[in-house]
């Protein structure tokens, strides 16, 4: 029964059209999608946040489906600060989904600000379980909201997201990061764990600077 219930969502995200299929396509992807969340005023994310923050994930185009068995799907990336400055990016899937009755299709950008170590390391050990072993929670949305929530107290990671136009903070559990060795090879030409790459002294590839540039510019803004 599983299986068939498993078939079922598959075949409804199969139906959601299909965005940046490849790396570098995703990577474009991912600066627009900042670049507009960051520009939407008194709507985008603080942006002492971002600075503040250990890492970003950026899932472009996540797909959601729903038949009886609710999925999600996606492809996207993970930078972080090193030295004061974003490093290269490394890719990730997020997998995930949840039993219930609904049916639709839709897709979502995805974008988590991880705030301590101890997830970033977790992150980085290929499998990592959100609400599970990182608590996250809706990020809070704003030039000046930070100082208005105790989310960024306590909160390891702060997750939004945006579907349809709509930009908002976003309780996001049960779906688990991975690693993307092949997006990985694509990118950089070798087989290389997201680890090596968020941690070593790798060069980002040229199809990244876009992505790098808005990070730099959103995260030095005051």
Known sequence: MKKTLALLCLVTLGTVPMHADTAAERLASSAV????????????????????????????????????????????????????????????????????????????DLIMLVMDQRSVDGILNSKFTLGGEGEVAAGPVGRSATAQTDATMNAKILSYSRSRGVFAGIALTGATLRQDLDENASMYGKQMTTKEIVEGTVKPPDTAAELLNVLKKYSTMQ
């Open 33 to 108: 999608v900042i670049t507009e969340v960051m520009d939407a005023r008194d709507k985008g994310i603080p942006t002492d946040l971002l600075a503040k923050s250990k890492c970003i994930v950026i899932v472009p185009h996540l797909k959601k489906a729903g038949f009886v068995v609710g999925g999600e799907y996606g492809r996207g990336f993970i930078v972080c600060h090193r030295g004061g400055a974003w490093g290269a990016p490394a890719a990730l899937r997020i997998e995930g989904g949840s039993f219930g009755f609904q049916i639709g299709a839709s897709e979502t």
